[in-house]
């Protein structure tokens, strides 16, 4: 067997065999095949696709590259959630101590930002001191202690999912079905959880434009899921404009703070309490979806899931101060309004834009080794539906260069378009995707 021939194979849309896919993944992850042989497979799956027996092979394989975590220590149904990226999505830090308030075991493994999406491990880690990078024996002790760990990911899963991703960073292959399916699922499949819930976006904020896509998308990672033998569901979510309010590390953690506080947007509340629910049914708690929904919400009008966080952020070192006085978490020098040119109502808004400007403020990487701003970010004043008088803000910037902030002001502001008709507010949740 050999590269060029699997190449060739998937160049002229064949399958490939099981000992072709677990030949190009071991091989690639030993070093044995380089670079350009694999960008050019890599571009042969995005044109071409895969089956699904294709992706199920590359998924289970990608899983056994590194460590298969052992959660089994840990009494009762663990429930891994994952999202595949948004702008202003801060749900894990609100959904997960809910979850574990209710006394459902909750680990989470979450990644860094890279390119225009935040990841939750920097947001947790503009909390001072919140120590993210937990060891396995420290994450199953904090667990059986106080219920929930939120953690990056360990360095040791799905190893060649890693090596790829960063090829397909550069080779303009990231948003395929087949890749990211596969990317995804061996890292969930590998992290040991018994269930689990994706949140899986949809719209010009996310990877998947569209709804058939984003539908797609979620039906192939249900379906692997449930072969791996781990029930998976997949909740589809509206991106075509940042989740909430905030955008930028410290202040996605404020918000979420925020949240737990029962002091949220309606579209981020929402999400959260459907999430949750999908979590608690998976884990045997609870009753229905809509009774579910609502006792969530309960643990946030009670304060129950605020208290958890709180605990959470103490047993991982952070200050809990921040939750009585958030302006103990790092804020910007300069707040810059972008104001309307124009009246009307918001028809779109080009949510990717939001997330690179984030970047172009410092708060977030371009490369893996970036350090990056915590304090700055973007508040989005008006949403899509909502009515725009001329001179009415759209949003803050929020810099610590002003000259960086300013530079973000009119790339902003052409990120809205506005129509003289009415625009009807959007749906938070679109579907979901379940016993496929
Ligand atoms: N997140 C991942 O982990 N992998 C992808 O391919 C896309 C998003």
Not at 376 to 403: C, F, Q, R, W
Request: charged share 25%.
């Amino acid at each position: 067997m050999n590269i060029s021939e699997i190449i060739r194979t998937k160049r002229d849309c064949k399958e490939l065999t099981t000992e072709q896919i677990e030949y190009f993944i071991k091989e690639y992850a030993y070093g044995n095949i380089p670079d350009y042989q694999v960008s050019s497979l890599l571009m042969a799956i995005y044109l071409n696709g895969m089956s699904e027996r294709e992706i199920l092979d590359l998924t289970i394989t990608m899983s056994k590259s590194g460590e298969i975590l052992d959660l089994s220590d840990i009494p009762g149904i663990k429930v891994d959630k994952h999202s595949t990226g948004g702008i202003g999505d801060k749900v894990t830090m609100v959904v997960m101590p809910l979850v574990a308030s209710f006394g459902v075991p909750v680990i989470k493994m979450s990644g860094r930002g890279l390119g225009y999406t935040q990841g939750t491990a920097d947001k947790l880690e503009a909390i001072p001191n919140f120590k993210v990078n937990l060891e396995m024996d420290e994450m199953i002790r904090n667990v059986k202690r106080i219920g929930i760990a939120l953690m990056t990911q360990s360095e040791n899963i799905a190893l060649a999912d890693k090596k790829l991703y960063a090829l397909r960073d550069v080779t303009q292959t990231v948003e395929s079905i087949p890749l990211i399916a596969s990317s995804i699922m061996s890292k969930k499949i590998a992290s040991g959880a018994d269930k689990i819930l994706l949140e899986v976006t949809c719209g010009s904020g996310a990877f998947m434009e569209d709804e058939f896509r984003a539908r797609t998308l979620a039906e192939t990672m249900v379906k692997i899921g449930n072969m791996a033998g781990k029930e998976t569901i997949g909740v589809i979510t509206n991106m075509n404009q940042p989740l909430g309010r905030f955008c930028g590390n410290a202040l996605e953690t404020m918000e979420a703070i925020n949240i737990l506080k029962g002091q949220g947007d309606y579209d981020v509340v929402e999400v959260c309490c459907v999430l949750g629910a999908y979590m608690l049914k998976m884990a045997g708690v609870g009753g229905s979806i809509v009774e579910n929904m609502k006792v969530v919400q309960e643990k946030i009008d009670s304060g129950e899931g605020l208290a958890k966080f709180e605990e959470l952020v103490q047993r991982q070192w952070g200050d809990t101060r921040v939750i009585k006085e958030p302006e103990r978490l790092v804020t910007a020098k300069y707040k810059i309004p972008v104001v309307a040119e124009e009246s009307g109502f918001v028809e779109k808004i080009e949510a990717k834009n939001i997330g690179q400007a984030v970047v172009n403020l410092g708060g977030g990487r371009m490369k893996k080794e970036d350090v990056i701003d915590y304090a700055v970010g973007i508040e989005v004043l008006k949403k899509i539906g909502d009515k725009v008088e001329t001179g009415d803000t759209l949003m803050y910037i929020y810099a610590n260069s002003e000259e960086k902030g300013k530079e973000q002001v009119e790339f902003l502001r052409k990120s809205y378009e506005l129509t003289y008709e009415p625009v009807k507010k959007l749906k938070a949740i679109l579907d979901v995707v379940e016993g496929v």
